[in-house]
């Protein structure tokens, strides 16, 4: 059982790039979410979703896509990387039942130069 | 629009000692979720403890335990006994059971870093 899996680990990217970080989850959870994290700060909700086939739009969703076609895989696209989103990223998912306790991927350090 | 306080950005404790963290938050709902999250320098998020608003009673795992008091809006997480693998960022949670809006997702506060002297 691994879990909330995240790849790459670290990444580094030049302006105007674009990449994809990878979430899996094998927990069959039917909650998603990407946060980020800026140094600092506590997490940021960019986007989630409450089952495959069914996103939305978090606090902080620009510059960024989302797809849920499965409902292990949660991948978050960056397009046109920009170095306002230097910052960690994490995936998290949850049960849709008490205690609503969310498992967190180890998170991906994006540095954007 | 709930928003989680968090006061002291930095703490420290003595090994063996007991040492308290702040939380404040801000909502007009009635029913909710508190967490406290650790985050030690590999950047893993770990769930420390969680409380249900509608439980009276003040939630406790092993050493750690909180101070909940609903009226105040206040949750705070005392660490009993520190140990040198306390020394972690330490986040306070909001989970709103309104699910007019996100579903479930956790509001955050700033942390506060705790550093554990031996």
């Known amino acids: 059982n691994a879990g909330v899996t995240q790849t790459p680990k670290f990444r580094i990217l030049k302006i105007g790039q674009s990449m994809t970080l990878q979430c899996t989850q094998d927990?069959?959870?039917?909650?998603m979410y990407w946060y980020r994290q800026d140094p600092g700060m506590g997490l940021k909700l960019i986007y989630y979703?409450?089952?495959?086939?069914?996103?939305d739009k978090g606090e902080v969703p620009n510059g960024y896509n989302v797809s849920r076609s499965t409902t292990e895989d949660f991948p978050l696209r960056l397009e046109l990387a920009a170095p306002s989103q230097t910052s960690v990223y994490f995936c998290?998912?949850?049960?849709?039942?008490?205690?609503?306790?969310?498992?967190f991927g180890p998170g991906t350090r994006l540095t954007v130069t | 629009a709930q928003t989680v306080t968090q006061s002291q950005p930095e703490m420290s404790v003595q090994e063996a000692e007991t040492v308290t963290l702040s939380c404040t938050y801000d909502t007009s709902e009635s029913d909710y979720y508190l967490f406290w999250y650790k985050q030690p320098p590999s950047r893993q998020m770990i769930l420390v403890i969680r409380?249900?608003?509608?439980?009276?009673q003040n939630a406790t795992e092993n050493r750690f335990s909180v101070n909940f008091q609903k009226a105040a809006k206040s949750f705070s997480l005392k660490i009993s006994d520190s140990q040198l693998g306390d020394a972690a960022m330490y986040f306070c949670?909001?989970?709103?059971?309104?699910?007019?809006?996100?579903?479930?997702?956790?509001?955050f506060g700033k942390g506060t870093k705790l550093s554990v002297k031996p």
């Open positions: 949670a909001y989970r709103s059971l309104n699910y007019g809006g996100s579903q479930g997702n956790l509001i």
């Open positions: 927990m069959n959870h039917n909650y």
């Open positions: 998290a998912s949850s049960y849709t039942q008490p205690p609503y306790e969310q498992y």
């Open positions: 409380q249900e608003a509608y439980k009276q």
């Open positions: 979703s409450v089952g495959a086939g069914i996103t």
